[in-house]
């Protein structure tokens, strides 16, 4: 059952370019799509998030695209900064079909190295 | 900032034993969620909590986990009788409700290691 897939199990990339990441997904009623960031032996941190409503969200170097007729989203870091460099999961909620307890769906994960 | 606490941060137990994972979730939130991931694996949902019972399960949540919420504060997983397979990084989670941007706050985990 994979509802949310990353296809790309690791990324690299210079210091300073930009990092995309992208994440695919198979649930059309899933409402809003989440980023997390994970260093090893700690658990995920929210990075950003997007409503199934809009198709651009930034925040600072972090900006997520939700293209809705593809069932694609996409992270984009600029610029790339070598402390970025962690497992990043793409993660979906489905408020409608999960009893609305808000669970997340997540995707296996990019590694992503920026190397100075 | 308010964060979710979790204990033991690494757990070893023998094959066949009962283990009982520790969550403090954050303070005002209504829904408690507890996940796992296996080595190089993704993160997996197993069990979510709110109202002082479980509103959904995985398939991976059988009859050898259950949670409980004691006390008002604390949130836990129990593994009755642990396998090997069930050695894993365990998180717990919260969030405040349906409504929001959907964020899980995650605790940093407990490490469960079956021998």
């Known amino acids: 059952d994979q509802q949310v897939k990353q296809n790309s199990p690791s990324l690299s990339v210079q210091e300073g370019r930009i990092s995309i990441l992208n994440c695919d997904y198979t649930n059309s009623m899933f409402d809003y799509f989440l980023w997390y960031k994970k260093y090893p032996a700690e658990g995920p941190t929210f990075l950003i998030s997007i409503s199934s409503i809009k198709d651009k969200n930034e925040d600072g170097r972090f900006t997520v695209f939700l293209n809705k007729s593809a069932k694609h989203l996409s992270l984009h870091i600029v610029p790339s900064q070598p402390g970025d460099s962690a497992v990043y999961f793409c993660?979906?909620?489905?408020?409608?079909?999960?009893?609305?307890?808000?669970?997340?769906?997540f995707g296996q994960g990019t590694t992503l190295q920026v190397k100075p | 900032e308010p964060e979710v606490t979790q204990t033991p941060s690494h757990q070893v137990t023998q094959m066949g034993q009962e283990v009982i994972l520790r969550c403090v979730p954050i303070s005002n939130h209504l829904y408690f969620y507890w996940y796992r991931q296996i080595l190089g694996q993704k993160v997996e949902f197993l069990v979510s909590f709110y109202n002082n019972e479980i509103s959904e399960k995985s398939e991976i949540f059988d009859d050898q986990f259950s949670v409980e919420r004691p006390d008002g504060s604390n949130f836990t997983l129990k593994i009755r009788s642990t396998k090997l397979e069930d050695s894993a990084m365990y998180f717990c989670a919260s969030s405040r409700g349906e409504g929001g941007t959907g964020e899980l706050f995650f605790g940093e985990g407990s490490r469960l290691t079956v021998l």
């Open positions: 993660a979906a909620r489905d408020l409608h079909g999960s009893s609305n307890t808000g669970k997340l769906i």
